[in-house]
């Protein structure tokens, strides 16, 4: 069975840092890529990152680009996401979810983790 | 940047057929993803390439797509249904990654 679990959500204040990690298991962690995805309070789903499967290739939205690192260790079956200069937008919950590449090549996601909550205020 | 339209939400009542849609300019050359997302839980896949059903996801949803338009039926639809729904999809190059607003079916 897939899993994939969230940490290290928490309260920051505005222009901090927050390091979140996702951890994975019941499948080869290696050979899919990996997205990190948002959900502001009440409002619908923003594709943040993804990561290609050895890490060599990251994708960013434009909302995070520059502030945002994507990055995997697949010794440790681990995902991260390290947020800098965050805002009050970036408040919301990130989902850490795995790739599989669609008949089209387009790169979605099939499995997703329950979700880490950031909530950036003074 | 690309976007993905749904309507914000549709209501029917059990045992009848929803139809959510999702309009995109790109829909003629990509194909639709669609996930379910009950109340504080994450979202989960139940339509993946237009109109195929990952394993466990009941037969009444159902997925299609013509021109630039996508839709997401439910037929029967039951109480259990009601959830917020999205839709997924790139741009014709594959790099502006999009999810639409989301619909709410409400199911009563």
């Known amino acids: 069975e897939v899993q994939l679990l969230e940490s290290g959500g928490g309260l920051v204040q505005p222009g901090g840092s927050l390091r979140l990690s996702c951890t994975a298991s019941?499948?080869?962690?290696?050979?899919?890529?990996m997205s990190w995805v948002r959900q502001a309070p009440g409002k619908g789903l923003e594709w943040v990152s993804g990561?290609?499967?050895?890490?060599?290739?990251?994708f960013y939205a434009d909302s995070v680009k520059g502030r945002f690192t994507i990055s995997r260790d697949n010794s440790k079956y681990t995902l991260n996401l390290q947020m800098n200069s965050l805002r009050a937008e970036d408040t919301a919950v990130y989902y850490c979810?795995?790739?599989?590449?669609?008949?089209?090549?387009?790169?979605?996601?099939?499995?997703w983790g329950q979700g880490a909550l950031v909530t950036v205020s003074s | 940047s690309y976007e993905l339209t749904q309507p914000p939400s549709v209501s029917v009542s059990p045992g009848q057929t929803a139809r959510i849609t999702c309009s995109g300019d790109?829909?003629?050359?990509?194909?639709a993803y669609w996930y379910q997302q009950k109340s504080g839980q994450a979202p989960v896949l139940v339509i993946y390439?237009?109109?195929k059903r990952p394993s466990g996801i009941p037969e009444r949803l159902s997925g299609s797509s013509s021109g630039t338009m996508a839709t997401l039926t439910i037929s029967g639809a039951q109480v259990e249904d009601e959830a917020d729904y999205y839709c997924?999809?790139?741009?014709?190059?594959?790099?502006?990654?999009?999810f639409g607003g989301g619909t709410k079916l409400t199911v009563l």
């Open positions: 997924y999809s790139t741009d014709s190059s594959g790099n502006d990654r999009v």
């Open positions: 019941g499948f080869t962690f290696g050979s899919h890529a």
């Open positions: 990561i290609s499967t050895r890490g060599g290739s990251t």
């Open positions: 390439e237009d109109n």
């Open positions: 979810a795995r790739e599989v590449v669609g008949g089209d090549f387009t790169d979605y996601c099939d499995h």
């Open positions: 790109a829909l003629p050359s990509k194909y």
